[in-house]
């Protein structure tokens, strides 16, 4: 729900930010344009642990839904949706426009260092103060993946994983019937349409840091990794026998790699870990259906935080 009180707030403060309450797509100052509201929704999410989900894991999901049934096999997807993926669009024929792009990508980078005195506008100008596009995708694949080789064919492998293996990703797949019980994996009929998507993700990413190797100097990854959670989730939604494979799944997983993923910063630790024990299935589902509206209150909020910033200066 819209907070009446904020924008009365809002309105009564400056009368000139009302316009701002409808505004989606923004201007960087290098020219590229962004969807702003999809950017702060999911830097709300990467904060709060779920980095995967609220950005380019979400958008691949519903990127492989709008070509299911399509093709044949995952090349033949990767092909079908490069007519729509990466293009200037406002959303009417894609579900991966380059707004959604650059804000997933951003949301993860400029995210993963928001703490709770972080001034939000004073970040994203800094962020934003001569950014290119090599910088932009090189963070970003060092915070998502570690140190990878962009050239090789592996590092489509390790982004179609590291979708997989997320615990959000998981239960958004299961939640849209794209997600299997036995064994616990994404269902084969899916399963193109999703690799796909991921491909056609990786190929932009490799391009755009010129297929050079990328060294993290950490090697840590942002993936929450919640078995708990996860099976908890399950369980609140009803699904005993769902929670189980999952939890039997991460625990698998854990058993196989003990040390391959950990959080890139302290406050995305801090929100991982807090996912894991305190997990609520119908918070995560609030979050996921109502972004918008929370990306509405945060964008008046940033603005009015950049406009008093700047009458002060």
Known sequence: MRDAGFESYVNSSDPELASLQNMNTVVLPNGESIDFGHLLASMNLVYNGIPITGSWGG???????????????????????????????????????????????????????????????????????????????????????????TSSTAFADAVYSALLEDSGMQLLFYMNGMWTVKGWQIKDDYAPAVRGATDLFAEYLANAVNHEKIKSETNDRLVAMGGQALADALEALGDTDAAQAALTAAEEMANNAQSTVSSGSDVVSAARENLQTNFNVKVFQLILLIAAGLAAFMLVFSMVMFVVHRKEN
Do not use: H, P, W
């Open 59 to 149: 958008d691949c999901e519903e990127l492989a839904r709008q070509y299911y049934g399509q093709a044949g096999d995952a090349a033949g997807y990767a092909e079908a949706m490069r007519a729509s993926f990466n293009i200037d669009d406002d959303g009417t024929l894609s579900r991966f426009s380059n707004g959604d792009l650059r804000a997933d990508l951003d949301s993860v980078v400029v995210g993963s260092k928001v703490t709770k005195d972080t001034d939000l506008a004073e970040a994203l100008r800094s962020y934003y103060a001569n950014l290119t596009e090599y910088d932009r995708v090189k963070e970003f694949i060092s915070l998502s993946f570690g140190t990878v080789d």
